[in-house]
């Protein structure tokens, strides 16, 4: 009763203030003093929005750049003024500059809580865009609109008022009015629009940020249709016609296309930073400022210094990907060059038409390949220099292709830095080199397979079980899984061979697929994906399901992610196991300096309000994670691309060298598709990938995470840790150092050869000394005879080897069962590959 008693106030207040308006703006507009003094030009001039770097250094400007053409409303299709019409203002051509009843329509919405559209007539926009601040929730500043609208209905003849209206408006990024917004959109002129398009694009005039096309088609979908369902009920379109052309215009839709932004001509020192920063202004502004002419100042946290390095590192990790996999596909395109002419030779001697038209094919898709790539280019110069319209029709299929055969064909990769205590993203690399046909930031927006990557996020969730220590025991050897419905699944380790008994620590290290489902199938997958999702940041039910299948591949990394979530992820090991949450803007200022959008503070604020939740994981976790992880630098996949370790001997603040902490794991997915490197020290993440756009390639049998991404990562950590205060991973109170044998995992006993000191949870210690060495020794450890088959009693997870069934035995699968990680696993003393 309150809530409404409130709103009813709140519209009386508004309804009172229209009144007023109106008496007011009917008195003013007789004078003498306005008809004489009335200026219709003094707008506020454009100022671009300028972003900084972390230090205050000017990267970029985003500024408009008259994504403007004029257009004469005679000139435009008349079911598009309708559209404009029904959708903002039916009663347009009958009021003098407002609407009561579009004012009551408002103040019931204010009343029910319900949307139900605002109560500005089209020449009330006009004027509250052109002499007032939309953003201004006032009275005053409502006022002010009327009295300018009754001046415009006085001025100006109403299609004077909607010419300015379709030209003025912005419509998308950086674009204004519809004949701009036509081109953006559509491809083509406004004077050519469909009744389809017209829906689409008066639809953005409300938000172009929320309603766009090309990012958001499903919501652009649903107020198409309704804007469509009006017209067709207004009389100013029938039902055939308008079924017609939402149909056609869905069938012609480009799904691949990206939203491009009108900036490539201007000087930016980190493009694909800054084009995830122009996204992120519109997810903060929620499409009500124009960051293009209202000069913002965007405080971001962006090192140049880190950008440039890794931009420098990532280019040739991208060009070495490409000449490795190039040279990988060369034994494959010799056998197909050779191919080709026995193919035709058949074809004349036997007349098979179906080999012919495979041979014909090849030669066509050559053909093909050639023309997108090299003739389309002086094809698309000559309609725009010779003004021939129809030879569009031509390029723009030709430019998709060109587009599908480098996805197909060319290795991207994307890197993403963040510093783990405050979330500030340091550096984005989206991909190769940022353009108008390159623009997907796959750092962010790439969701792609992470491979042995993934394993220690549930790693994580089996040391909290206290039934997985650092020294836990486990076979490596072949074993048979069930799923919930009863289906088998085999998986297997590189070339088929097995190690035997391993230590935990090593299983993680050398990233060994068979122990790990075994910790899987320990643990469980409720506890796995739980951990998982927490880890990565994914709280949504449905996207959680999305993510993560109940089958046993996924604890192969066969899910899909960005590089900023696996980042996210290890940064929380590094940040003692607090809520890490990425940011790139810091606060927003306006043209005089005042803060409007103030990012951190409502992150920090949020993160406080979060309590003892800010811990996604325990310090203890945490820590426990930090020294499993650094395994896999020390003596693991990741030793080659630490330099063996001499990458991470770094200088302090004092000059002083010293070797920084670290941890880490690198990722493989099958099929040597998607190879990754994600680890941290104390003071920073970094998370790299290197694939293919589109899933089915391969980088080839001799390229890995370990020897792609690997060495890069280590490069960029040497230099970003360099000149820092040192700096450990704190140690937390309820963590115990224990010497155990390397061989059992159980306490050293003097009969033991080689010991090794791990950490554990308090009460997770080992309690019983070594059983294979002395006089007493069961012979079952490593060095010893063993069998894929031996199971003691202190397997992990009491796991016993079933009889296979006779017809897996036959089908199973030589490298990795379905949907396995083929990551190489080689010796320790070789850690080329994971």
């Not at 003094?42 to 004029?70: C, H, M, Q, V, W």
């Not at 060994?512 to 940041?537: C, E, H, Q, T, W």
Request: aromatic share 10%; hydrophobic share 40%; with cysteine.
């Amino acid at each position: 009763m309150k809530v409404v008693l409130i709103r009813v106030v709140a519209a009386a207040a508004v309804l009172f203030a229209v009144f007023i308006g109106i008496g007011l703006g009917l008195s003013l507009a007789m004078t003498a003093t306005i008809q004489n003094e009335e200026n219709y030009k003094s707008f506020n001039p454009a100022l671009p929005s300028k972003i900084y770097a972390g230090d205050g250094e000017l990267i970029t400007e985003f500024a408009a750049d008259e994504k403007r053409e004029l257009v004469a409303l005679g000139e435009l299709p008349r079911h598009l003024i309708l559209a404009v019409i029904t959708r903002e203002d039916p009663d347009f051509y009958n009021h003098r500059g407002f609407s009561l009843r579009g004012i009551a329509r408002a103040a019931y919405g204010i009343i029910t809580g319900r949307n139900l559209g605002g109560g500005s007539t089209i020449t009330q926009q006009v004027a509250g865009t052109l002499y007032t601040d939309r953003r201004e929730k006032t009275l005053s500043r409502k006022i002010r609109e009327l009295w300018w609208a009754f001046q415009m209905e006085r001025r100006f003849t109403k299609n004077e008022i909607l010419e300015i209206y379709l030209n003025y408006m912005i419509m998308g990024p950086g674009t204004y009015g519809v004949e701009s917004a036509s081109r953006y959109y559509f491809g083509h002129s406004a004077r050519d629009i469909t009744l389809a398009e017209s829906a689409v694009l008066v639809v953005q005039l409300s938000s172009p940020a929320r309603f766009n096309p090309i990012l958001y088609p499903n919501e652009a979908m649903s107020r198409q249709k309704d804007v469509l369902d009006k017209m067709v009920e207004t009389g100013y379109a029938s039902r055939e016609e308008a079924d017609h052309s939402f149909r056609e215009y869905w069938d012609n839709w480009d799904s691949t296309r990206v939203s491009s932004s009108a900036y490539f001509s201007r000087q930016d020192k980190a493009p694909w930073f800054s084009e995830y920063v122009r996204r992120e202004l519109e997810r903060l502004m929620y499409g009500e400022m124009d960051y293009y002419r209202d000069g913002y100042n965007v405080q971001t946290t962006l090192d140049l210094r880190f950008q440039d390095l890794a931009e420098s590192e990532m280019a040739q990790g991208i060009e070495r990907g490409n000449t490795l996999y190039k040279n990988s596909s060369k034994s494959s395109f010799a056998r197909s060059r050779n191919y080709i002419p026995i193919v035709n030779l058949l074809t004349l001697t036997f007349n098979m038409e179906g080999l012919y038209e495979t041979g014909k094919g090849q030669g066509e898709q050559r053909a093909l390949s050639r023309y997108a790539k090299t003739l389309n280019p002086v094809v698309d110069m000559a309609s725009l220099v010779f003004d021939i319209p129809e030879l569009k029709s031509i390029v723009n299929p030709a430019y998709e292709l060109v587009r599908s055969f480098e996805a197909d064909d060319t290795v991207e990769g994307a890197l993403v830095v963040l510093e783990n205590d405050t979330g500030y993203i340091k550096a984005i690399v989206g991909g190769s080199k940022f353009d108008e046909r390159n623009q997907l930031i796959r750092a962010t927006q790439g969701k792609v397979m992470p491979g042995s990557a993934f394993k220690p996020l549930y790693y994580s969730a089996a040391i909290d079980s206290r039934e997985f220590t650092m020294s836990t025991l486990i076979y490596d050897s072949p074993m048979l899984f069930y799923d919930a419905n009863g289906n088998p699944y085999v998986p297997n380790n590189y070339q088929g061979t097995w190690r035997g008994p391993v230590l935990l620590y090593e299983a993680l290290a050398l990233s060994l697929n068979i122990p790990a489902l075994k910790v899987l199938d320990g643990i469980g997958f409720d506890a796995a994906i739980n951990r998982s999702a927490a880890l990565l940041g994914i709280t949504d039910t449905e996207e959680k399901n999305r993510t993560f299948p109940r089958v046993y591949p996924m604890g192969l990394g066969i899910i899909a992610v960005s590089p900023l979530q696996m980042a996210r992820a290890f940064a929380v090991f590094a940040n003692q196991g607090r809520d890490v949450t990425p940011m790139a803007i810091k606060t927003v200022e306006n043209r005089d300096g005042k803060i409007i959008i103030d990012n951190e503070r409502e992150i920090r604020l949020a993160q406080r309000q979060m309590g003892s939740n800010i811990q996604v994981i325990s310090p203890q976790n945490a820590y426990m994670m930090t020294r499993l992880l650094d395994k896999v630098i020390t003596a693991g996949t990741l030793a080659s691309g630490s330099g063996f370790g001499a990458k991470l001997n770094v200088k302090d603040n004092r000059g002083v060298s010293y070797r920084i902490p670290a941890g880490g794991k690198t990722g493989t997915t099958q099929n040597w598709s998607d190879a990754w490197a994600v680890g941290f020290t104390p003071y920073y993440t970094i998370a790299i990938w290197f694939g293919f756009d589109k899933q089915g390639n391969s980088l080839g049998m001799n390229v890995s995470g370990a020897s792609l991404a690997g060495p890069i990562w280590g490069n960029l950590m040497h230099e970003y840790n360099q000149g820092l205060p040192r700096r450990d991973f704190p140690r937390p109170p309820g963590i115990v150092d224990a010497t155990v044998c390397r061989s059992s995992g159980l306490l050293m006993t003097p009969s033991c050869p080689q010991g090794i000191t791990l950490s554990f949870l308090a009460g997770t210690v080992p309690t019983e000394e070594c059983d294979q060495h002395g006089p007493n020794a069961i012979n079952t450890g490593p060095g010893a005879p063993w069998s894929p088959l031996m199971m003691g009693n202190r397997i992990t997870g009491e796991l016993t080897m079933p009889t296979l069934p006779p017809e897996l035995m036959q089908d199973l699968p030589p490298q990795g069962g379905r949907g396995s990680d083929t990551e190489p696993e080689l010796p320790s003393y070789n850690p080329l590959f994971d």
